[in-house]
């Protein structure tokens, strides 16, 4: 069974710190890994994907993906309030479907 | 810019009914999926599909089907609606290989 596992928080921040978000997965054969924000009765939003360990950055984000520890992580910089939301971690297999965790809830606190 | 498109947000049925969710996606994906998301169970995925007319089962597909017969649609299909299927459905597509799927605005729907 592969899963992604994610700590449902909440985690709160204050506004201008540094959020740190965490997913750990069991499938070894894993080769693309996502993150996903969910405001509140909303649809899943495409924010970061990574494929190669290191990091990735974009903008206020940055991915970072360790395949030997099987650890994904996204840091969110200068947090804001509108980045309080659920995040959703998923990996897969190439041309799999997504195996997604469920979710971290991100409060920001102004 | 993917779009991926249901045709309903909010959506209202009777137990027994047979209902039909749309997805429209317009980038020319091969590979479109069906989940649905209950609080604290997470997004679970119902059926998906690599090509027109092929599907394949997900983790929990009791209770639906689907159907592609365009590349472009592929549609969630509740043959006979139970309370149990109250849910928020999300469509969503991609290419194939490792990219990201982009998803619809989801279809809040219940079952009464």
């Known amino acids: 069974q592969k899963e992604v596992e994610q700590n449902s928080g909440p985690l709160s921040v204050p506004e201008g710190a540094i959020a740190s978000l965490n997913c750990t997965y069991s499938d070894r054969g894993s080769q693309s890994f996502f993150w996903y924000r969910q405001y509140s009765g909303k649809s899943p939003e495409l924010i970061m994907f990574?494929?190669?360990?290191g990091d990735k950055e974009d903008g206020r984000f940055t991915a970072q993906l360790n395949k030997a520890s099987q650890y994904v992580s996204l840091l969110i910089r200068d947090s804001q309030p509108s980045d309080s939301a659920t995040y959703l971690c998923a990996v897969k297999r190439w041309n799999t479907p997504l195996v997604f965790g469920k979710g971290t809830r991100l409060s920001v606190i102004a | 810019d993917v779009k991926v498109t249901q045709s309903s947000r909010y959506l209202v049925k009777r137990t027994g009914e047979k209902v039909f969710l749309e997805c429209v996606q317009d980038?020319?994906?091969?590979?479109m999926f069906w989940y649905r998301q209950d609080p604290g169970l997470g997004l679970r995925l119902i059926y998906f599909s690599y090509d027109v007319k092929m599907k394949e089962k997900g983790d929990i597909p009791e209770g639906y089907s689907v159907s592609r017969e365009k590349k472009e649609r592929f549609s969630l299909i509740l043959e006979s609606a139970s309370t149990n299927q109250t849910s928020m459905y999300l469509c969503?597509?991609?290419?194939?290989?490792?990219?990201?799927?982009?998803f619809g605005d989801g279809t809040r729907l219940s079952i009464l």
């Open positions: 969503a597509s991609t290419r194939q290989g490792g990219q990201p799927q982009h």
């Open positions: 990574i494929y190669s360990n």
């Open positions: 980038m020319d994906h091969e590979n």
